[in-house]
């Protein structure tokens, strides 16, 4: 399976829970048509890669297996599976209703609360 038919499978189930392209790209910090130029990009180019800030991103976020995602290996999710990391898919669409100083400072939050928990 090649990058851009494994974007097409995580979007499809990203989307099956309510969430737009457009949502995940903001939610990621990026332009709202980021995952819409990543698919063309890798659609258009068989050895594109798919970059390592959006591999993260979901393994993080979505529980996503990175093998998976940077090479087809394994399955698509980590232990614990899907519905555990999905429950809060409303989260993304009330944070993206914040004003743009607010979002900063929820996402700085978060981030120091991952480093700490890594501890």
Do not use: C
Not at 21 to 48: E, H, P
Not at 95 to 108: C, G, M, N, V
Request: charge should be positive.
């Amino acid at each position: 399976m090649r990058a851009y038919q494994r974007l097409l499978a995580l979007l499809a189930e990203l989307n099956g829970f309510g969430l737009s392209n457009s949502q995940i790209s903001l939610s990621m910090g990026k332009q709202r048509g980021y995952i819409s130029n990543l698919l063309y990009r890798t659609s258009t180019n068989t050895d594109a890669k798919i970059p390592q800030d959006f591999v993260d991103y979901f393994q993080i976020r979505f529980n996503v297996n990175p093998a998976w995602l940077r090479a087809g290996e394994g399955k698509m999710f980590l232990s614990g599976g899907k519905k555990n990391h999905f429950a809060d898919g409303g989260f993304i669409v009330q944070l993206q209703r914040l004003p743009p100083e607010a979002q900063e400072s929820i996402k700085d939050l978060v981030k120091t609360l991952y480093r700490l928990s890594q501890k």
